[in-house]
């Protein structure tokens, strides 16, 4: 492995080696063992591979994992914890907004990016935000409410 | 098969060096589609040269009667930047049906145009600007026009050891106005089947300049310059904006494939060169207001 590579992942620091073709999706699953990560086309085209790049929602399978030298990764198991789940991953449980749960971990992070930058967001703006993660089950609808009502109930944990 | 190597460039004259030096080195600026060639097989690089690392190729800024836009600017970066949105709109128009938000946080201005694909978004909107491309290698810097940029399906004017630095976008006048129109399969993260552009600049009811740009519809971008031709002169009706758009469609040489066909493919040139077109009238008449009042 000639490269060797630190960032910053889930708040931690890593260091791993990897070769120059890798992809970010594939290093985090097979040499740094998070399989929430999921991938799905490998081709930038389905968003199941989506993981916030400095806060940023972007396809981790087209970006090659030797590029993240000195930046920050967040991936699903950042989200919440075990027991202690984040608003957004609570809303997908309470609307049943997950059915397979394939598209869960990058539709949950691009909701995460929308309300980082935009606490109220409007539905146009939700349905904008999740256009790069394609789900097979849900139809959606039930996607968006619970993105929307995680946004609600976070205002109020704000406000409180 | 051997993974290549990969060096992060910290400047130009670094980059450029190692693309001469060194037999199959490509650039990765975003990588969103060079990564997917090279997962295909398409192509082997031997050295991947980042880019993205070097400081001035990320700025956007003005100067001079043109706003620079730097290769390594992301679609995200071009879609928030408030000079591009005052200054270059048909730019941030475009940039906001390009990919999704995943796609646009990674892929760069530069990349669009140097991955010479027939269908990039930005190009049809460079070309009708008038854009030009900035151009450095070790002998020097050089310029051509973004309409000369494209040489043919992943080939660009770029020749061995030149980078792509940044574009050039003069600031259009008074009375002028623009517009995209794209269509795709899916609103979101698809190559477009067939993108337009349009340039125009009125002057007291008639058309005083316009330019045409197609994507997709040949070997590379397309300007359309019979159909300007019928418009220049001309008072923008419903009539004059008919008949350029069938002009348009004559100068296109679509092809067929998992896409559309390439019957679909001239129909389209036709419905967004008319859309386009209207849109962009209507923004110079917009503007020729704002300036009356």
Redesign the interface.
Do not use: E, K, W
């Given at each position: 492995m000639p490269y060797e590579v630190s960032f910053r992942l889930n708040g931690e620091p890593v260091t791993t080696a990897v070769e120059a073709d890798e992809s970010l999706v594939w290093v985090l699953r097979e040499r740094l063992g998070l399989l929430g990560t999921k991938i799905g086309c490998g081709t930038g085209d389905c968003g199941a591979c989506t993981v916030l790049l400095d806060g940023r929602p972007v396809c981790g399978c087209l970006l090659l994992a030797v590029r993240v030298q000195g930046r920050e990764v967040v991936t699903i198991e950042g989200l919440g914890q075990p027991g202690r789940l984040h608003p957004l991953q609570q809303a997908f449980v309470d609307h049943g907004a997950l059915q397979c749960g394939f598209c869960g971990p990058g539709m949950l992070l691009s909701a995460a990016a929308l309300l980082a930058r935009d606490p109220h967001p409007r539905e146009e703006s939700v349905r904008e935000a999740i256009a790069g993660n394609l789900c097979r089950c849900s139809g959606y609808v039930k996607i968006v409410e619970a993105i929307l009502a995680a946004a609600q109930a976070m205002a109020g944990e704000g406000a409180g | 098969m051997k993974?290549?190597?990969?060096f992060?460039a910290s400047t130009v004259a670094e980059a450029s060096d190692i693309l001469t030096a060194e037999e199959g080195a490509y650039v990765?600026a975003?990588?969103?589609d060079l990564?997917?060639r090279?997962?295909d097989g398409l192509i082997r690089p031997a050295v991947?040269v980042?880019i993205?690392r070097i400081p001035d190729l990320a700025a956007v800024g003005g100067g001079d009667g043109h706003l620079r836009i730097g290769a390594t600017v992301t679609i995200?970066a071009l879609l928030e930047s408030v000079q591009v949105r005052h200054l270059a709109p048909l730019l941030a128009e475009a940039a906001a049906q390009m990919?999704?938000?995943?796609?646009r946080?990674?892929a760069t201005v530069g990349g669009n145009l140097a991955s010479a694909v027939p269908s990039a978004d930005l190009a049809p909107p460079l070309i009708v600007l008038g854009a030009v491309a900035r151009i450095a290698a070790a002998a020097g810097e050089r310029t051509l026009p973004v309409e000369e940029f494209f040489v043919g399906p992943h080939r660009s004017a770029l020749r061995r050891g030149e980078i792509l630095t940044a574009v050039e976008v003069p600031l259009s006048g008074e009375g002028s106005g623009a517009a995209f129109a794209k269509f795709g399969r899916r609103?979101?993260?698809v190559l477009a089947v067939v993108n337009a552009a349009a340039w125009v600049r009125l002057r007291q009811g008639v058309v005083e300049d316009v330019r045409i740009a197609l994507g997709a519809v040949a070997p590379t971008p397309l300007r359309v310059r019979a159909a300007e031709d019928l418009l220049r002169g001309r008072p923008p009706d419903p009539r004059h904006l008919d008949e350029a758009a069938t002009a348009a469609v004559r100068e296109t040489k679509p092809i067929s494939d998992m896409r559309a066909s390439a019957d679909f493919r001239r129909h389209l040139s036709r419905v967004l060169v008319r859309r386009a077109l209207e849109r962009a009238v209507g923004r110079a008449r917009e503007m020729e207001q704002t300036h009356a009042l």
């Open positions: - | 993974p290549p190597r990969y992060a990765i975003g990588g969103t990564v997917v090279m997962r991947l980042d993205q995200a990919g999704a938000v995943q796609l946080n990674l609103s979101a993260q």
